[in-house]
């Protein structure tokens, strides 16, 4: 289909832009080299031909000769110069002798003569004046003498400056159907050059909004359109890369809801059906009912948990608390694991180390830190945590002896839902989402935090953080 000429469009608005500009520039070429030229040489040529009037009628009132220097000048100038005397109410061409005017020319001078001698003016300028087949521009001189009236007539011929016009007027056409042509050209291909990137990039965008993740945002000629094709490429992977946790999210949370409904639906039906009179089978049956619960509990307190946390619902309320007695305590809520199942903690711990930090919420990064590396650590069943202080910091680390993290997998570990261990059996219950809550809470807190892993050594999970003296927060300890 043939596309309708759109003046919004960029490429077509810089193409009228430019051929205004070209219009603009060539009327104002001609109106300088036409009407101002017309104007100009009037006015410079009026200039010289009164200023030789006076010099010459001076040399007139004196008596003396024309002198020669302004003659030739003149002669080389092509002005003509007139001097007439008035006797007996006759006018007499006194000079050029070899040169008389014409007798229509004369009838000119002489109305000329009488409307100065009615008006009573010993000067006039003006054009129009036809001594020979073209107009001149003139100047009169009146001397009044005893002997009669002496008139002094400058003329320059206007010809010259009419064909002038004209010859100028004929290259101006020329000059500006090549001028408009070529501006014409250039302006379209710079238009395009700026609106092609542009139109190419929307083309791009439209495909990508369609679905098509493949796309590759381009630029060209210009460094602008190469950055924001940069940018586009840059937002386009992190929309893509969002959009795939989104997926991903979306399935794990439905996957995990689905296991645990799973399990409960089919341990009740099993103590309807089969282990209701039996009383030590109804009760494991029940008690996988429970614990199936509780994991349903602790996932769903946890999205919650994360989503308040990232809507910020949930402000952080700092107050200085012994950092120490917190790990001490959050070790303690482990000790059934410990005891149960054989784990080891190791701690070494700095007493009374104080920081101001929201009491509940670093207990649940704590928390959460312990739990994954029991989870994750080796054969050793051990877990090792420090706790200690430089001048300003306190620096608390969980090491495992686990598989550790590898290189290309630490930094995705912090985004939710994100598991590269699926079948790894768990001691305390994970929901996927305890290292992205983590992250979350000591973002608020800007805590300087992160992860040292080795594969098939273990990982160092750290925190450092702003120590305070004493629990009133100055001084010493
Ligand atoms: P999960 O409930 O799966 O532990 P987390 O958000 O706490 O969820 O952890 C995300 C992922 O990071 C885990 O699935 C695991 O693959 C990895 N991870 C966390 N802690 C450790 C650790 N101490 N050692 C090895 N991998 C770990």
Request: charged share 25%.
């Given at each position: 289909?043939?596309?309708?000429?759109?003046?919004?469009?960029?490429?077509?608005?810089?193409w009228?832009?430019?051929?205004?500009?070209?219009?603009?520039?060539?009327c104002?070429i001609?109106?300088?080299?036409?009407?101002?030229?017309?104007?100009?040489?009037?006015?410079?040529?009026?200039?010289?031909?009164?200023?030789?009037?006076d010099?010459?009628?001076?040399?007139?009132?004196?008596?003396?000769?024309?002198?020669?220097?302004?003659?030739?000048?003149?002669?080389?100038?092509?002005i003509?110069?007139?001097?007439?005397?008035?006797?007996?109410?006759?006018?007499?061409?006194?000079?050029p002798?070899?040169?008389?005017?014409?007798?229509?020319?004369?009838?000119?001078?002489?109305?000329?003569?009488?409307q100065?001698?009615?008006?009573?003016l010993?000067?006039?300028?003006?054009?129009?004046?036809?001594?020979?087949f073209?107009?001149?521009?003139y100047?009169?001189?009146?001397?009044?003498?005893?002997?009669?009236?002496?008139?002094?007539?400058?003329?320059?011929?206007?010809?010259l400056?009419?064909?002038?016009?004209?010859?100028?007027?004929?290259?101006?056409?020329?000059?500006?159907?090549?001028?408009?042509?070529?501006?014409?050209?250039?302006?379209?291909?710079?238009?395009?050059?700026?609106?092609?990137?542009?139109?190419?990039?929307?083309?791009?965008?439209?495909?990508?909004?369609?679905?098509?993740?493949?796309?590759?945002f381009?630029?060209?000629?210009?460094?602008?359109?190469?950055?924001?094709?940069?940018?586009?490429?840059?937002?386009?992977?992190?929309?893509?890369?969002?959009?795939k946790?989104?997926?991903?999210?979306?399935?794990?949370?439905?996957?995990?809801?689905?296991?645990?409904?799973?399990?409960?639906?089919?341990?009740?039906?099993?103590?309807?059906?089969?282990?209701?009179?039996?009383?030590?089978?109804?009760?494991?049956?029940?008690?996988?009912?429970?614990?199936?619960?509780?994991?349903?509990?602790?996932?769903?307190?946890?999205?919650?948990?994360?989503?308040?946390?990232?809507?910020?619902?949930?402000?952080?309320?700092?107050?200085?608390?012994?950092?120490?007695?917190?790990?001490?305590?959050?070790?303690?809520?482990?000790?059934?694991?410990l005891?149960?199942?054989?784990?080891?903690?190791?701690?070494?711990?700095?007493?009374?180390?104080?920081?101001?930090?929201?009491?509940?919420?670093?207990?649940?990064?704590?928390?959460?830190?312990?739990?994954?590396?029991?989870?994750y650590?080796?054969?050793?069943k051990?877990?090792?945590?420090?706790?200690t202080?430089?001048?300003?910091?306190?620096?608390?680390?969980?090491?495992?002896?686990?598989?550790?993290?590898?290189?290309?997998?630490i930094?995705?570990?912090?985004?939710?839902?994100?598991?590269?261990?699926?079948?790894?059996?768990?001691?305390?219950?994970?929901?996927?989402?305890?290292?992205s809550?983590?992250?979350?809470?000591?973002?608020?807190?800007?805590?300087?935090?992160?992860?040292?892993?080795?594969?098939?050594?273990?990982s160092?999970?750290?925190?450092?953080?702003?120590?305070?003296?004493?629990?009133?927060?100055?001084?010493?300890?």
């Open positions: 289909m043939k596309q309708r000429f759109n003046l919004n469009k960029l490429r077509n608005k810089i009228l832009y430019f051929i205004i500009f070209t219009v603009v520039l060539v104002f001609w109106l300088l080299q036409t009407v101002f030229f017309e104007y100009n040489y009037q006015s410079v040529r009026g200039q010289t031909v009164n200023l030789y009037a010099l010459i009628s001076n040399d007139i009132k004196d008596d003396k000769p024309i002198n020669e220097g302004h003659l030739n000048f003149l002669q080389d100038s092509s003509g110069v007139w001097h007439f005397k008035t006797v007996d109410n006759v006018t007499k061409q006194v000079f002798i070899d040169k008389p005017l014409s007798e229509s020319a004369i009838l000119q001078v002489e109305k000329l003569f009488n100065l001698e009615n008006k009573n010993t000067s006039q300028t003006g054009e129009g004046l036809y001594i020979g073209s107009p001149s521009l100047t009169v001189r009146v001397i009044r003498k005893s002997t009669g009236n002496e008139f002094i007539l400058l003329t320059s011929s206007l010809s400056m009419q064909d002038t016009v004209k010859v100028l007027r004929n290259q101006l056409i020329f000059v500006a159907v090549i001028v408009t042509a070529v501006s014409l050209f250039i302006s379209y291909v710079i238009a395009d050059r700026i609106a092609r990137p542009i139109d190419d990039m929307s083309a791009v965008a439209e495909r990508w909004a369609k679905g098509d993740e493949t796309v590759l381009k630029g060209s000629y210009y460094a602008e359109t190469e950055e924001l094709a940069n940018a586009l490429n840059k937002a386009k992977d992190e929309v893509n890369k969002s959009g946790l989104q997926k991903d999210l979306l399935a794990n949370v439905s996957h995990d809801l689905k296991t645990p409904l799973t399990m409960i639906k089919a341990y009740a039906e099993m103590i309807k059906d089969i282990s209701g009179d039996n009383k030590e089978k109804r009760e494991k049956h029940t008690q996988v009912i429970i614990e199936e619960a509780d994991r349903l509990t602790l996932l769903v307190n946890d999205i919650l948990n994360l989503s308040k946390l990232q809507s910020q619902s949930d402000v952080i309320e700092k107050t200085t608390i012994n950092l120490s007695k917190l790990i001490e305590t959050v070790i303690y809520r482990f000790s059934t694991v005891s149960e199942k054989g784990y080891v903690i190791e701690k070494h711990i700095e007493q009374n180390v104080f920081v101001c930090v929201d009491e509940k919420k670093i207990e649940e990064v704590i928390y959460n830190l312990i739990g994954n590396s029991i989870n650590t080796g054969e050793d051990t877990v090792k945590i420090y706790l202080v430089s001048d300003k910091t306190a620096t608390l680390e969980i090491l495992d002896s686990g598989l550790g993290i590898s290189g290309d997998k930094e995705t570990i912090w985004e939710k839902y994100y598991r590269f261990s699926e079948t790894h059996k768990r001691t305390v219950k994970g929901t996927g989402l305890g290292l809550i983590v992250k979350t809470i000591l973002d608020y807190h800007n805590l300087n935090y992160g992860v040292i892993s080795k594969v098939n050594t273990g160092n999970f750290y925190i450092v953080f702003e120590r305070l003296l004493d629990k009133d927060g100055g001084g010493n300890e």
